[in-house]
């Protein structure tokens, strides 16, 4: 399993949300570069960058940070946050961005998805966001009807790098995950998963790998890292292969 550690962008500056909630912000730090550089230093292997000023309005507000933080690290970003169309992830990936994820596209124009995982086969990552089980879009603002395990199963036909999923509920609570809901996503598709939300402790690490041979392949941290609650070579250490040399992963799961 591997590590991303998040930087989320609010008007330049590194923030953290309580369970999506724009009135509910913590401040970071107002040099997101530096947090980059810093993380990369610790032993990051990749960076997961969230656009909320993005997410929230469709405008790229925070590219001069994207693109310095894509020119001062050396280890693969991928990006989220408004991404709608096939010119602004050309745009992203122009400044050196590995992936891009798209979210609210993949419920408001699900075409427009299929186009564009078939026009950037494996660099196309979709981020299902989770509320009480349904989908919310527009960076966390808007509720839709439908289920995320439905719209999980209809898009894993799609030749796209991952799937990122967050229940709502936990991000940026330190709370621990949602364990039944992770579960759930293995079960309904052979993409690689990547999970988001309430991860507070090293415990919290330590129980996610047992999904390991089930198709989790990494997980996203913010808060935890910010509030040193470990840090990232501790959390590594915990993921590493070495670990889990005892539980051999199923590479057919991939196939």
């Known amino acids: 399993m591997k590590l991303f550690p998040a930087i989320d962008l609010l ?72 991404i709608r169309s096939k010119e602004r992830i050309e745009q992203l990936f122009s400044y050196g961005i590995d992936k891009v994820i798209m979210g609210t ?19 196309i990552i979709i981020g299902i966001d989770a509320n009480k089980g349904k989908v919310s879009t527009r960076g966390w603002l808007k509720d839709s009807d439908t289920y995320a395990i439905d719209l999980i199963k209809e898009l894993s036909n799609l030749e796209i790098s991952n799937f990122i999923i967050t229940d709502i509920n936990t991000d940026g609570t330190l709370g621990g995950t949602n364990e039944k809901f992770i579960s759930d996503v293995l079960q309904n598709t052979n993409i690689p998963v990547i999970a988001s939300g309430g991860i507070g402790s090293l415990s919290d690490l330590i129980s996610l790998t047992k999904f390991e041979n ?42």
């Open 11 to 82: 008007k330049g500056k590194c923030v953290r949300l309580v369970k999506g909630n724009f009135n509910q912000k913590k401040e970071f730090g107002n040099d997101p570069v530096k947090q980059a550089k810093f993380w990369e230093k610790e032993g990051a292997e990749f960076i997961h960058i969230v656009d909320l000023d993005a997410a929230k309005t469709g405008l790229p507000l925070n590219d001069s940070s994207i693109r310095m933080i894509s020119e001062s690290i050396n280890i693969p970003i991928q990006i989220g946050g408004g």
């Open 105 to 123: 596209s993949a419920i408001e124009n699900k075409k427009l998805v299929k186009e564009l995982a078939s026009t950037f086969p494996k660099k």
């Open 214 to 255: 089930s198709g989790l392949y990494g997980v996203i941290v913010g808060k935890a890292l910010y509030e040193e609650k470990f840090t990232i070579k501790e959390a590594n250490n915990i993921l590493s292969s070495e670990r889990l040399m005892d539980f051999p992963i199923d590479n057919n799961h991939y196939a």
